[in-house]
């Protein structure tokens, strides 16, 4: 499986963006997605995951009212959707998928594939 991210930028605090992941390779085999991201001098940390069927969906606690994870089956793609950006959500932001059918993936090691990153910086 390989992932492609893609949607970041700069952005005024307040604003909003819309990141993509598309899933390619053996796509049959994903249960979940999820998006982590990474601040400079911090750990990679868990944003939001869903699982393939969208019944199943949970957000760190920072995120939660503002970001909005979906995904579209038919393109293989995984989209966050971030509003009401704050400078503290500027990181690299990676996408990743399992294949375990670990619901929900909140942790780094219950991932197989990864993204290569999508930087977001908020300006404020």
């Known amino acids: 499986v390989q992932l492609q991210a893609s949607g970041g930028g700069l952005v005024q605090a307040g604003g909003s963006l819309r990141l993509s992941c598309a899933a390619s390779g053996r796509t049959f085999s994903i249960r979940s997605m999820g998006w982590f991201r990474q601040a400079p001098g911090k750990e990679r940390e868990f944003v939001a995951t869903?699982?393939?069927?969208?019944?199943?969906?949970d957000y760190a606690d920072s995120v939660k009212g503002r970001f909005t994870i979906s995904r579209d089956s038919a393109k293989n793609t995984v989209y966050l959707q971030m509003n009401s950006l704050k400078p503290e959500d500027t990181a690299v932001y990676y996408c990743?998928?399992?294949?375990?059918?670990?619901?929900?993936?909140?942790?780094?090691?219950?991932?197989?594939?990864w993204g290569q990153g999508t930087q977001v910086t908020v300006s404020s």
């Open positions: 990743a998928a399992e294949g375990r059918g670990t619901y929900p993936a909140r942790r780094e090691n219950e991932y197989d594939y």
């Open positions: 869903i699982n393939w069927s969208a019944s199943i969906i």
